[in-house]
Each structure stands twice: as C-alpha cells, then as structure tokens.
C-alpha cells in the first residue's frame, strides 16, 4: 500500500524557516512528479511547489524566492520543501503528493494530477 508521510511542520515566527520533509514507502518505484501543496483555514487547495524526475521545479508566485523544493538525493521518494521567510499567510496544513507522468508530462501544481497524497502537517506562523 502507498503512503506519503509528511513531517516537519510546527509553529515558527514571521521570518522564520522549517523544513518539510515527505516520505514515501509502499513504491516499487521512483515518482515521476512530486509536488506540495497546502490548505489554510477557509480557503482551498493551493499548490505550492513542484518537482519532476529531471529536477525540473515550479513554484506558486506567493511563494518564488523564499520556498525550495527537492528530491533526496539518495532516495528520489523522499521530498523536501525548504521555507525561509516565512509569514502569517504561509500558516496552513501542508500535503505532499505524487503520481507518475501522464502523456509525458508532469502537472505540477494541478491537484487533479495526482492521485496519491499524504495526511498533511500543520504550519503555523505567528507575528
């Protein structure tokens, strides 16, 4: 059975930096596509970053310059988003997802796109 287990989220000040770290286990194989996304109070789905097998990497404009996304090295089921600079407007739960290519492609911040998703961890920033 496929998991994605997200950890690393918790409370921070404004300015601050967490890392986020995602791991997959139940795959035979490599994801094509890994992304994260996240969900504040009220608000819907929003993706945040993404990531293909070629280490090709998108961002959300809210978040260009202050979030990295990564792939391990070692293992390329294990996921990092890297935030720094955080503010009160990047507080919500944040989910990691993955899927394989669909026609070549990977979606990256397109929800629909994928079909496997993690229980999500809660980033909170205070001013």
């Known amino acids: 059975q496929v998991q994605l287990m997200e950890s690393g989220g918790g409370s921070v000040q404004a300015g601050g930096s967490l890392r986020l770290t995602c791991t997959a286990s139940?795959?035979?194989?490599?994801?094509?596509?890994m992304a994260w996304f996240r969900q504040a109070p009220g608000e819907g789905p929003e993706g945040v970053a993404g990531i293909d097998d070629m280490d090709s990497t998108h961002y959300a404009d809210s978040v260009k310059g202050r979030f990295t996304i990564s792939r391990d090295i070692n293992n390329k089921n294990i996921l990092y988003l890297e935030m720094n600079n955080l503010t009160i407007e990047d507080t919500a739960i944040y989910y990691c997802?993955?899927?394989?290519?669909?026609?070549?492609?990977?979606?990256?911040?397109?929800?629909?796109?994928?079909?496997?998703w993690g229980q999500g961890t809660q980033v909170t920033v205070s001013s």
């Open positions: 997802a993955a899927d394989g290519r669909k026609a070549s492609s990977c979606w990256y911040l397109t929800r629909r796109f994928y079909n496997n």
């Open positions: 139940g795959v035979t194989r490599n994801w094509d596509c």
